[in-house]
């Protein structure tokens, strides 16, 4: 089992920074690929970035504007937010998965199989 907490939602202004950061626990930390997702009020969740041991993916709508990374001495994955705009108003869900498979697609919500309890993102206009 594997344990995540995110942490570093909030509420700020459009154009503002971020930073959340998701801790995990239970399991070695470098086994695992992490993702975050997202999930606006009446939407479904969808895929914001992905890191795995050689790989980063992002969504087009957060390219240039999101960074993830990893340290994995911490057990720790980081999605920094910049140039926030108000349609990344959503709660945020950390993932993580151990699967390795061919044709893996870490953007897909079902290749996770722990996940957060999620943090509030409000982004105002």
């Known amino acids: 089992q594997v344990q995540l907490v995110e942490s570093g939602g909030g509420l700020v202004q459009a154009g503002g920074s971020l930073r959340l950061s998701c801790v995990a626990s239970?399991?070695?930390?470098?086994?695992?690929?992490m993702g975050w997702f997202r999930q606006a009020a009446g939407k479904e969740r969808e895929f914001v970035a992905a890191i795995t041991g050689g790989s980063i993916y992002y969504a087009d709508s957060v390219k240039g504007r999101f960074t993830i990374s990893r340290d994995n001495t911490k057990s720790t994955v980081v999605l920094q937010m910049n140039s926030l705009k108000p349609e990344d108003t959503a709660v945020y869900y950390c993932?993580?998965?151990?699967?390795?498979?061919?044709?893996?697609?870490?953007?897909?919500?079902?290749?996770?199989?722990?996940w957060g309890q999620g943090t509030q993102v409000t982004v105002s206009s």
């Open positions: 993932a993580a998965t151990e699967r390795r498979y061919y044709g893996i697609d870490y953007r897909k919500s079902y290749t996770y199989n722990y």
């Open positions: 239970g399991r070695t930390f470098s086994n695992y690929a």
